[in-house]
């Protein structure tokens, strides 16, 4: 896709969802006691605030459903926070019937295989740069950053820039 219709389908988006392990955190698991941590990017979390208050839609959907994803969700305020989804296509389907956003409107965020079936439900997949080879070969566009390390704010960065007519800073 050359800059012009990247841009052109940027500004396009209202909606804009994320996968979480590996793609708003690191993708490492932390085990204490029984207990799972994951690290999230302080950069990524402002960039969805960002988003929020440009009017976007902003949600996760996760295949894993532990307390921390849950509170995170919850300190940024997200509209849209699906965990332990099995179905993440059926889940986007939903969400866009619900909200009446058609799928040329929404971006999904992601780096692994399981996120390939939400790819197919939106008009702007985005894979992070250590995506998995099939996921980077799905995507509309590709970050710069790593998951977990800015890549998500990389997106709101280019969502926003290109709803404002400018290039991303």
């Keep these: 896709m050359d800059g012009t219709d990247l841009k052109e389908h940027a500004a396009r988006v209202r909606l ?7 793609t708003l955190t690191d993708g490492f698991l932390y085990y204490v006691g029984d207990a799972v941590g994951l690290r999230f990017s302080v950069r990524d979390g402002l960039g969805l605030v960002l988003a929020r208050q440009a009017g976007l839609v902003t949600g996760v959907v996760s295949m894993r459903g532990t307390p921390s994803v849950r ?3 919850e300190d940024l305020r997200l509209d849209e926070v699906h965990l332990a989804v099995d179905d993440k296509a ?4 939903r ?3 619900s909200r009446g956003i058609p799928r040329e409107a929404a971006c999904y965020v992601g780096d692994d295989l399981n996120d390939l079936p939400a790819f197919a439900e939106v008009g702007f ?3 992070v740069a250590d995506a998995a080879e099939e996921v980077r070969r799905a995507a509309r566009f590709v970050t710069r950053r790593p998951g977990g390390q800015g890549a998500v704010r990389e997106v709101v960065d280019l969502l926003l820039a290109a709803r404002a007519g400018r290039e991303p800073s």
């Excluded at 804009?16 to 590996?22: C, K, M």
């Excluded at 059926?90 to 389907?93: D, I, N, Q, T």
């Design 16 to 22: 804009l969802l994320s996968d979480v392990d590996g």
């Design 71 to 73: 509170h995170r969700a």
């Design 90 to 93: 059926a889940v986007l389907r």
């Design 95 to 97: 969400i866009l019937a």
């Design 125 to 127: 997949p985005v894979a």
